[in-house]
């Protein structure tokens, strides 16, 4: 198998986190998003949604959207488990995953795409004012993140799963976006250096 | 239990759709969302981001997200799949929910809250551009679909699963978005007719 990886865009960081904290490695070919590789005809015959990551099996079956994929290796490669445990365990990971993603990662990604001048030819058309409507959508976001964090060690409870990969990736792309996290937010804040002193942060 | 039932709107329309293909009742709590029900403080106090459905256990335990909800179900009742067998077959439901979801869904919403007159309360701030700018993506995502639909009876392929539950919610909500599907995408009308004549259609 083969994973196409697309560098520091927030989906394929996700995959690569997971993938170290599941002590998986996966070949990688690296498509150069900035070079816009992922709307190749090579990529889109693959993803017709031109986007990665990508996860080629042997056989020729082609898996997309990181979550997609890491639920591929879930099944196959069970412990540690990052998508919860029995079906309250399960439901609250999925829960907490969907939240992180939907409402905060969406928001920080709209606030970037839709205001940065670098995204101009990403994001067709650029719409300012939904990326500026986005900043405190997101700010929101993070004081109902941050209320989960003071009662839980983990965003999805007792452990580390897949929405704490989702929240670190949102969190940490609240620089391009220009959003800071706000002060008070200490269990947020918390959360953040412990995920971040993670091995698998790095990857 | 008891579920939190927000009537005609999308997702509390898939939740009520998956109960009826898996064969489970669960008494419904109305929620009068035209009333902004879902944002009153009895909802806020069950789900601080004011969405619907709700499902409440009996011993107090709190979920959210239609699709969280629906795999905590799946756990307790496996039959039938609605999340696909096996770990590839697991990965392209979970692909396909997510394309759909995300993609088209996301759209045709998008499209529906920033245009319509009778959202102005609801999406604060309305952006018309971005309400534009998702209608031809809307329309893009479809003849992805129509593709995939020409090659496979169901959307993730060979059996029906709760991705076409998405995909009939997102398809229904293009009218009050004031989108069309191009007559050409016959493998998509094909399937929308196939799918709504299920008695869980009427859910």
């Known amino acids: 198998m083969k994973l196409y990886d697309g560098g ?4 394929p960081r996700r995959m690569r986190i997971f993938l170290a904290e599941k002590g998986i490695e996966v070949p990688l070919v690296p498509v150069d998003m900035a070079a816009m590789g992922h709307k190749s005809a090579a990529i889109t015959a693959l993803n017709p949604f031109q ?4 996860l080629e099996l042997d056989d020729g079956t082609v898996l997309t959207e990181s979550v997609a994929i890491s639920r591929y290796f879930e099944e196959l490669y069970p412990e540690p488990p990052l998508f919860g445990r029995g079906a309250v365990g399960k439901a609250q990971v999925e829960m907490w995953n969907r939240r992180v993603e939907l409402y905060l990662l969406a928001a ?3 606030a970037f795409r839709h205001t940065h001048p670098a995204m101009v ?8 004012a939904w990326g500026e ?4 959508k997101a700010v929101a976001y993070m004081k109902i ?21 989702t929240l670190l990736v949102g969190i940490d792309f609240l620089k391009p ?3 800071q996290i706000p002060e008070e937010l200490v269990s947020l804040r918390r959360w953040h250096a412990d995920i971040s002193s993670r091995p698998s942060a790095k990857a």
């Open 145 to 165: 993140m941050d209320d989960q964090l003071a009662r839980n060690e983990f965003i999805a409870g007792r452990e580390f799963s897949i929405a704490d990969i």
């Open 51 to 54: 986007r990665l990551p990508i």
């Open 8 to 11: 520091r865009a927030p989906n």
């Open 121 to 128: 030819e990403w994001e067709i058309p650029q719409v300012p």
């Open 177 to 179: 976006a220009k959003i």
């Open 108 to 110: 920080v990604t709209a």
């Open 133 to 136: 409507a986005n900043r405190p």
